[in-house]
């Protein structure tokens, strides 16, 4: 019986390579053998031998060694792609965090080797809209914020990179330090590093995996900052409004809010981040800026005046003559067709 791989080789490479340039069915046949000898097997072992390392300081990540779960598959789905290659071109394993979310809403460490080198990742790919809301309102937090600058701050001093923006201008109702524009604009959250040399001192031989995983835990603050995130977000309920996440934030967090030196001068933008957090009622603290109508940002709206009200007042209001002409004349309409001495129609 032939002994299985347990690392990656350059054999690993240079059949990743090789793939690139026979990119097809025929060639995956061929070759299916080497590549579950020389890629899926040692990914498997990997999965294991790294998942051991990270599970002593990130709880309940998911490992499991089969593919489609930690392991990628190399097959692509080309149904609705307009590239049709049936195969990829790297192999990727991914560690994350169990929850419902699933591999692209969780935290994960993760980890892709491809021909010319190999990269490794840390961090949420997309945010579910419930999580995108309370990760902009951390941000904006005294004491989550603080923490969140000191963690990019120690990960770019490593020559880690973060995902780029994905809005051009800050979303709605949200305003902030400048140090917090360019997150805010963000969707997710994820580093990842330079494009590395295969070698055999890294990535490749038996020191491969425990080399990644000393790697993972650089960015580790990064995956312990977003699980708490989670973990604030979970522990409210989905059925609670906006302001509750505020509070699971940090204590009397309402306050910490209206407090903070950067709201001086915030405008409209600080207006609609009130509403947004304290869901139209007004606050408690009599310190805030009134609008030019002079009632609170955060109180609700005076009623508009019916339009009844306004054509008894005998104020002009045009789209109310509107509706009351085309009723009049629907009404002129109907009795030229209808004899009301009759209950039936003319035929």
Request: hydrophobic fraction near 35%; charged fraction near 25%.
């Amino acid at each position: 019986m032939k002994k299985l791989i347990k690392y990656f080789t350059a054999e690993s490479v240079h059949l990743l390579s090789s793939l690139q340039k026979n990119n097809n069915g025929q060639w995956y046949q061929q070759n299916k053998k080497r590549l579950d000898e020389y890629l899926i097997a040692p990914a498997r072992h990997m999965v294991g031998q790294v998942g051991d390392i990270l599970s002593k300081y990130a709880e309940g990540l998911v490992i499991d060694p089969r593919v489609d779960r930690c392991v990628y598959r190399l097959r692509r789905d080309t149904r609705f792609s307009q590239d049709k290659k049936p195969l990829k071109e790297h192999l990727g394993l991914i560690w994350w965090r169990d929850y419902p979310e699933g591999k692209m809403g969780s935290p994960c460490f993760y980890f892709q080797l491809m021909p010319e080198g190999f990269l490794w990742s840390v961090g949420c790919y997309a945010f579910t809209p419930e999580t995108l809301e309370a990760f902009r309102l951390s941000l904006l937090d005294s004491e989550h914020g603080r923490t969140f600058r000191l963690i990019v701050s120690g990960a770019r001093r490593r020559e880690l990179v973060f995902n780029p923006p994905a809005l051009k201008r800050l979303p709605h109702g949200f305003s902030g330090p400048d140090w917090a524009e360019e997150w805010l604009k963000r969707k997710g959250l994820y580093t990842w590093s330079q494009l590395l040399p295969n070698a055999d001192n890294t990535i490749l031989g038996p020191q491969g995996g425990q080399y990644l995983a000393k790697r993972f835990l650089e960015a580790l603050p990064i995956y312990l900052w977003l699980v708490k995130l989670f973990e604030r977000v979970k522990g409210r309920g989905a059925e609670k409004s906006e302001a509750h996440i505020v509070s699971q934030l940090a204590p009397a967090a309402t306050v910490k809010l209206y407090d903070d030196e950067f709201w001086a001068g915030a405008g409209r933008d600080r207006q609609a981040l009130r509403r947004r957090i304290l869901g139209g009622r007004r606050p408690r603290q009599s310190s805030f800026t009134t609008s030019n109508s002079g009632r609170a940002p955060g109180s609700p709206s005076r009623p508009r005046p019916s339009r009844r009200t306004l054509w008894a007042s005998g104020a002009p209001h045009w789209p109310g003559l509107a509706t009351e002409l085309a009723r009049f004349a629907l009404l002129a309409k109907m009795a030229l067709i209808y004899d009301f001495s009759r209950p039936t129609w003319h035929k």
